[in-house]
């Protein structure tokens, strides 16, 4: 009864918030968010239907689109990048190369386990895929935020909603996939209360803080991080030319 009130709550806020956005038209703003939203709306409703229809197809449709909400949101974590560092276009470039280098390694990592697996559809692989993928989101928006506030940039209240609702469930669902492989059954049926409402809980955190848009804040009148950028740039390029002179002079003619 909970879950079903839960259920019902979450596809109405779900609505509620498209809805708002189309009509404000900011959803152009945070389309990867939105699109994020909206794929977890029909992911919910596709999952109902096949349930009702039949339940052997269930297990394989529900990791199916798990999968795919964990790449989705995968990407959202990327427009935060974007968003955040707009201001910062060197800084931007080296966060979103560091990711997509972090983000093929967690991948390469999930498939090549799953791969030696010598079962390869189980849960338990599923699961295991899914949890390098939720780890690198948890690490990447704490990455983001020490830096904010090691460079003092300040969040504007959609973006502040956005990581607040993201990284509350995130967070939980990276402890739910480390010890629910070896879970009992009574954790079981605690966490398949405790995801759905965690779901819930940002997705009220996103309609408060997204009911209107608001842009990112002026900068202070000092903001490092982009010389900071510039220089560790620099001793790159400079570090990167020595050690190509000294692979030409080792090199035989």
């Keep these: 009864m909970i879950s079903q009130s839960i259920w019902w709550a979450t596809l109405a806020l779900e609505v509620l918030l498209l809805a708002r956005a189309v009509q404000g ?6 389309p990867v968010f939105f699109g994020y939203i909206f794929y977890v709306l029909t992911q919910s409703l596709l999952r109902h239907f096949v349930y009702a229809l039949n339940h052997k197809l269930y297990s394989h449709v529900y990791w199916i689109t798990e999968f795919l909400a964990v790449l989705v949101g995968s990407a ?3 427009e935060i990048y974007s968003v955040g560092l707009a201001a910062f276009p060197g800084t931007a470039r080296m966060a979103r190369n560091l990711l997509a280098l972090v983000f093929v390694l967690a991948c390469t990592k999930a498939i090549v386990d799953a791969w030696n697996d010598p079962q390869w559809w189980p849960t338990a692989t599923a699961m ?17 935020v020490a830096l904010f506030l090691v460079y003092s940039v300040p969040f504007g209240r ?4 956005i990581l607040a609702g993201y990284s509350l469930f995130v967070s939980l669902a990276v402890v739910w996939l480390t010890i629910g492989p070896n879970a009992g059954t009574t954790l079981r049926d605690i966490w398949f209360n405790i995801q759905p409402a965690s779901y819930f809980c940002a997705l009220c955190v996103w309609t408060v803080s997204l009911w209107s848009y608001q842009p990112q804040p002026a900068l202070p009148a000092v903001v490092k991080l982009e010389d900071d950028y510039q220089k560790i740039a620099a001793a790159t390029r400079r570090r990167l030319r ?3 002179g000294y692979l030409g002079k080792a ?3």
């Design 242 to 244: 020595e050690a190509r």
């Design 128 to 144: 295991d895929i899914e949890r390098y993928l939720r780890i690198f989101q948890v690490v990447s928006i704490g990455a983001l």
């Design 76 to 78: 959202v974590v990327f």
């Design 158 to 161: 959609n973006l502040k909603g």
């Design 25 to 30: 038209k900011w959803v152009a703003r945070y």
């Design 251 to 253: 090199t035989p003619l």
